[in-house]
C-alpha cells in the first residue's frame, strides 16, 4: 500500500517549458488536492478535485491547470514555466473532506524554474 | 471561512510535555479541528482531530475548550524527532465541499 505517491521528485525547468506533475493514490480516495509551498510559508492550495472527472481552483490556480481523468489519478500542468513557480509542491487526497476524514500527503515534487 | 492562529514558534525540553495551542475563534459547528506536522519539508503528517470532545490515540492528545473557540496539542514527552512545524487547520466549506486551508503553523524546537 503506496498510500499516495509524487512522480517526479525534482525537477529543473528553463522559464517557458512546460512540464505535467503526477499524483497517484491506491486508497480509493474521492477527494484530492494540489499545494505549492515557498520557503518559510505554509501550504498554498491550488487546485482540487472532489471525483473523477470533476476539478476546482483553489487560492493560487493562475498558472496551472488540472486533470483528473481518473479516481487515482491527478495531474498538475504548468504550461509555460515561470520562475515564480520555484516551490515544492505536494499532493494530498482524502475519502471525503470535513466530517471525521484526515487527508494523506505525498513526500512533493522540488521543482526549479531557472 | 474559520481562521486559526498559533504561535510562530515553541521550543520544549526532551521528556517533557509540549502544549501547542491554536485558536479557531469562528469555528462554525461542523467544523472539525485537524492537527498535522511537517519534519524537515517532508509531506504533512496527520496527529489528530477532533469536534467537540477530546482525543487522544498514539501520538498526542486534543483537547478542544468547550466553546470550540481553540485547542490544544499536547505531546506527552517529546523527543527530539518531534522537532518538526505543527499545522492545526480547521476543514473549511467551498461549494458545499471542505477544503483544509494551512497557515504557517508553529516550528516546535526540542531540545536536549
Known amino acids: 500500500n503506496a498510500g499516495v505517491t509524487q512522480t517526479p521528485k525534482f525537477r529543473v525547468l528553463k522559464t517557458g517549458q512546460s512540464m505535467t506533475l503526477l499524483c497517484a493514490q491506491d486508497m480509493n480516495h474521492e477527494y484530492m488536492y494540489w499545494y505549492r509551498q515557498d520557503p518559510g510559508m505554509g501550504l498554498r492550495l491550488i487546485h482540487y478535485s472532489v471525483g473523477e472527472g470533476t476539478t476546482a481552483k483553489g487560492e493560487v490556480p493562475d498558472g496551472y491547470n488540472v486533470s483528473r481523468l481518473k479516481k487515482q489519478n491527478f495531474l498538475l500542468g504548468l504550461e509555460s514555466a515561470a520562475p515564480s513557480q520555484t516551490s515544492v509542491y505536494f499532493c494530498?487526497?482524502?475519502?471525503?473532506?470535513?466530517?471525521?476524514?484526515?487527508?494523506?500527503f505525498g513526500s512533493g515534487t522540488r521543482l526549479t524554474v531557472v | 471561512d474559520a481562521k486559526t492562529t498559533q504561535p510562530t514558534s515553541m521550543d520544549c525540553a526532551e521528556g517533557r510535555a509540549a502544549n501547542l495551542p491554536c485558536n479557531h475563534s469562528t469555528i462554525s459547528g461542523n467544523e472539525y479541528v485537524y492537527w498535522y506536522r511537517q519534519i524537515h519539508s517532508q509531506g504533512p503528517q496527520y496527529i489528530i482531530h477532533?469536534?467537540?470532545n477530546n482525543e487522544t490515540n498514539e501520538m498526542a492528545s486534543l483537547i478542544i475548550t468547550e466553546d470550540r473557540k481553540s485547542s490544544t496539542l499536547i505531546l506527552p514527552h517529546a523527543t527530539l524527532r518531534d522537532t518538526a512545524v505543527y499545522y492545526c487547520?480547521?476543514?473549511?466549506?467551498?461549494?458545499?465541499?471542505?477544503?483544509?486551508?494551512f497557515g504557517r503553523g508553529t516550528s516546535l524546537i526540542v531540545h536536549p
Open positions: 487547520i480547521v476543514s473549511r466549506a467551498s461549494g458545499g465541499s471542505y477544503i483544509p486551508t
Open positions: 494530498a487526497s482524502s475519502y471525503r473532506t470535513g466530517a471525521d476524514y484526515g487527508y494523506t
Open positions: 477532533g469536534l467537540k
